[in-house]
């Protein structure tokens, strides 16, 4: 017999796991900004070489699909979510500890590149469970209502949403005020015992806790990859998610010669930066606050295109500030480092949120986690090829750790490229129906 209500999505236990998964993956900007000016001052690399190093870093967030299959259909101890959040957590420790206690003089970019890709392993393995976890429990209705059931997908999305942006902050203003103040060791140690922490206090939950959805365990890993292909197929999941990765990969990426701009040229404090950053996360969080509470009924559609039209607005003023415009208005360098730039940084991931919301109600149960992690490494694979195009962007237009003649150009083109996608914004859906996850006699 089935009980007419499923559940609490939202529940003190589901809270307490996501709330602190997501407020770690938010705060892995702490020890990420020792690693650039590790990488610039302690090994001397150019702009193009760091934004490389960045970049390639970030590739084991592409095979997010695999770890998804495997988590869908692979449990360990009756669980499919929770250890590999822990085995996420684990990775990540061993990497920022090794990192740690090796002395600066052993490091080389080629075992500091490893560690980092040891580190996003972790880190992608973990964020692929609890996304799978946010997709299972957003599509459990807390009512019978079609209605209850996208508040309820959408809230909980919003919550971790604003967990994550909460870490951020404080990752970004304590990363700030301690690269001034430690050696980056010692950022990366206090993060490494961070995520430590975080190994040992997910073994101690049990899945059952979570009320997550039913499904067999013996699905097997080559049935979960048709189930994959199979939802894959379907149109407005696969138009949504090409749209998505083609809105990413197609604007060239600035980060680097960015940093070494506001560093090296205009000689801009780290705890600037860091509160630059802070600016971003806060506007990270202030986006879940009204996203939830005002933009949920706002056509995903017009709600995504209006972020890429605000990007492009903020990468023209951004050409602005580098011509000089600002300063001639007494605007000081400084003042528009905070305000700006990290918006722009976190803008980026705006489109997320509602995008997330969306995939959510069209995934097919059964395989949220593969889906879900698919969206993921696809956003991961376009800012790759974002950043690589950033690189050759800026070899075409003659940018440089020393000259900065010809930034205005490569950010005007930035700019031009961000707009490219709307074009396709049909792609998108424009009205979703809620399909409830079917319930077992």
């Keep these: ?119 996003n392993l972790g880190a992608s393995i973990a964020e692929v469970a609890n996304d799978a976890i946010v997709a299972e429990k957003g599509k459990q209705p807390t009512t019978s209502t079609k209605s209850s059931q996208s508040s309820s997908s959408g809230e909980l999305q919003s919550f971790v949403w604003m967990a994550s942006s909460v870490g951020g902050v404080l990752g970004n203003l304590l990363g700030g005020i301690a690269i001034n103040r430690f050696a980056p060791q010692s950022v990366f140690l206090f993060f490494g015992l961070l995520v430590a922490l975080q190994f040992f206090l997910t073994i101690t939950v049990r899945e059952s806790s979570l009320n997550l959805p039913k499904s067999p365990s013996n699905v097997g890993i080559r049935k979960q990859l048709t189930e994959l292909s199979a939802a894959l197929r379907k149109p407005e999941i696969a138009y949504s998610v090409t749209w998505l990765a083609v809105s990413y990969a197609i604007i060239p990426a600035l980060t680097g010669t960015m940093f070494f701009y506001q560093t090296q040229h205009l000689k801009i404090d780290s705890s600037v930066l860091g509160i630059s950053k802070v600016f971003g996360q806060a506007a990270l969080l202030l986006w879940g606050v009204i996203y939830n509470h005002r933009l949920k009924s706002v056509s995903p559609r017009k709600l995504i295109s209006a972020i890429q039209v605000m990007m492009a607005v903020l990468m023209i003023s951004d050409m602005l500030f580098v011509k000089g415009v600002y300063r001639e208005m007494g605007v000081p360098d400084s003042v528009y480092v905070v305000a700006f730039p990290g918006l722009l940084e976190v803008m980026f991931f705006f489109k997320i949120l509602p995008f997330n919301v969306l995939i959510a109600q069209l995934c097919p149960p059964g395989c949220e986690g593969s889906v879900m992690a698919f969206v993921m490494s696809a956003i991961a694979l376009s800012l790759i090829v974002s950043g690589y195009l950033g690189v050759a962007l800026a070899s075409y237009t003659g940018v440089t750790g020393d000259d900065f003649s010809r930034l205005p150009l490569a950010l005007l083109i930035q700019a031009v490229s961000t707009l490219l996608p709307l074009f396709l914004s049909s792609f998108i859906p424009d009205d979703v129906k809620t399909k409830p996850r079917r319930k077992k006699e």
């Design 1 to 119: 017999m089935v009980s007419s209500s499923s559940p609490d999505p939202t529940s003190a236990p589901t809270r307490s796991l996501l709330g602190f998964g997501f407020w770690v993956q938010g705060f892995r900007c702490f020890p990420w900004m020792a690693v650039n000016f590790f990488l610039k001052d302690a090994l001397n690399v150019d702009p193009s070489t760091l934004q490389l190093l960045q970049n390639s870093a970030n590739l084991p967030m592409v095979g997010k699909p695999f770890y998804g299959v495997v988590s869908d259909a692979v449990y360990i101890s009756d669980q499919h979510r929770v250890p590999y959040i822990a085995i996420g957590a684990l990775l990540q420790a061993v990497s920022w500890l090794a990192i740690a206690i090796l002395s600066q003089s052993s490091i080389s970019i080629f075992n500091m590149s490893l560690y980092l890709l040891l580190s």
